[in-house]
T-cell receptor, first 115, second 112 residues
Framework: EPEVTQTPSHQVTQMGQEVILRCVPISNHLYFYWYRQILGQKVEFLVSFYNNEISEKSEIFDDQFSVERPDGSNFTLKIRSTKLEDSAMYFC?????????????FGEGSWLTVV | DAKTTQPNSMESNEEEPVHLPCNHSTISGTDYIHWYRQLPSQGPEYVIHGLTSNVNNRMASLAIAEDRKSSTLILHRATLRDAAVYYCILRSTTSGTYKYIFGTGTRLKVLA
């Protein structure tokens, strides 16, 4: 069964460093998403991406964050200058819109620890 | 997105059916009801979705009230692997937004 894959599974970085989290969405999907989950808290929406541009973003997704689809298969989330509060599990997801709505498929997550 | 209300936690014995309720009294006519679950240390996993009629798949059944103000996810025989947080999410097909908004869900504990 097709799946969303994410790398790395775990990354430790120093505060202020740049981090890039990578994702390979399901191949025929057109919408891409990043969510995050701080330990013990809810899954939070960050951003959605369609047709090579951001379609929606949350208040969390400030100027420190950016997304890119550099080629036909990868989808990346960049955090320019990490803060301690960016420590969380980051989930990539993708979906294919149909007339019955969309079902979003999530990856296993990238656990980011900022020290 | 319309709001959903779920119990914080539920317990079930292994191999017994589990009925996980969700209230969504402000649902609109074009909102689909989606259920996801999140196993420990994993990403959310699609379980089932429906609009008006009850739905069955290999994982679960979804029973939707006639007025659509509530729904119930049914796991026919709970196993230890079904211990997870279950999320009920409404998805509009007309709002132009495709994101899901997760609530706190129901934490299901399965007792051996």
């Amino acid at each position: 069964e097709p799946e969303v894959t994410q790398t790395p599974s775990h990354q430790v970085t120093q505060m202020g460093q740049e981090v890039i989290l990578r994702c390979v969405p399901i191949s025929n999907h057109l919408y891409f998403y990043w969510y995050r989950q701080i330990l013990g808290q809810k899954v939070e929406f960050l951003v959605s991406f369609y047709n090579n541009e951001i379609s929606e973003k949350s208040e969390i997704f400030d100027d420190q964050f950016s997304v890119e689809r550099p080629d036909g298969s990868n989808f990346t989330l960049k955090i320019r200058s990490t803060k301690l509060e960016d420590s969380a599990m980051y989930f990539c997801a993708s979906s294919f819109i149909t007339s019955s709505g969309n079902t979003i498929y999530f990856g296993e997550g990238s656990w980011l620890t900022v020290v | 997105d319309a709001k959903t209300t779920q119990p914080n936690s539920m317990e079930s014995n292994e191999e017994e059916p589990v009925h996980l309720p969700c209230n969504h009294s402000t649902i609109s006519g074009t909102d689909y009801i989606h259920w996801y679950r999140q196993l420990p240390s994993q990403g959310p996993e699609y379980v089932i979705h429906g609009l008006t009629s009850n739905v069955n798949n290999r994982m679960a059944s979804l029973a939707i009230a006639e007025d659509r103000k509530s729904s119930t996810l049914i796991l026919h025989r709970a196993t230890l692997r079904d211990a997870a947080v279950y999320y009920c999410i409404l998805r509009s097909t007309t709002s132009g937004t495709y994101k899901y908004i997760f609530g706190t869900g129901t934490r299901l504990k399965v007792l051996a």
